[in-house]
């Protein structure tokens, strides 16, 4: 019976040049990615070409993980990165004169991704963040990271991460409160 390999045993083997250690990975990150781009995003599509393209990139950057590091920090911080990419090649879609587009695919929020609508007011107040506010609640509150591996994702200290993820608890708050009166 051969035994379980951890993250990173399996990430020294891809890098090594064992690409079908690939596999068993992405069995074990897909999901959350997956999840972790359809909030931030609230499109299961992109959600699964945005998974797709990580998994994709942790195969071209092999040779760029480094032993001892954490993988799902680094995987994270490359999830980070394709997701920074694909909004900066789509800034027009989150600019303040594209509003009302932002505002038709919040209230298109599928009932499958939410149960009640407190939850859709939450999806709706959190869409409204700044792209960075997003990441680190999703990274934090959804994706269970501790604060030292966002630290080592945003390549900061754990207090700034703190603060970050105090104020951006604040704005999500600011916004549902703002939200729940209309």
């Known amino acids: 019976m051969e035994k379980t390999l951890t993250d990173e045993q399996l990430m020294e083997a891809v890098r090594g040049g064992e690409l079908n250690k690939a596999s068993q990975l992405f ?7 997956y999840n972790f781009f359809v909030k931030i995003t609230m499109d299961k599509d992109l959600g699964h070409d945005l998974t797709q393209n990580v998994f994709m990139r ?10 001892g590091a954490v ?4 995987i994270f911080r490359i999830a980070r990165n394709i997701y920074a990419d694909h909004y900066r090649k789509n800034r027009m879609m989150f600019s303040d004169d594209n509003l009302e587009i932002m505002d038709r695919k919040m209230t298109a929020i599928d009932d499958q991704m939410v149960e009640d609508e407190r939850q859709k007011l939450l999806y709706i107040a959190l869409y409204k963040l700044k792209p960075e506010q997003k990441e680190i609640l999703m990274l934090s509150k959804f994706q269970k990271l ?14 700034a991460i703190k603060t970050k993820v105090h104020r ?13 009166k209309i």
């Open 58 to 67: 942790m195969i071209h950057y092999k040779h760029t993980y480094q032993t």
């Open 27 to 33: 069995d074990r990150y897909h999901k959350h990615l």
């Open 71 to 74: 993988f799902k920090s680094w």
């Open 146 to 159: 501790k604060y030292e591996e966002i630290a080592s994702i945003y390549e900061t200290s754990v207090g």
């Open 168 to 180: 951006a608890l604040g704005k999500l708050k600011e916004n549902y409160l703002e939200l729940e």
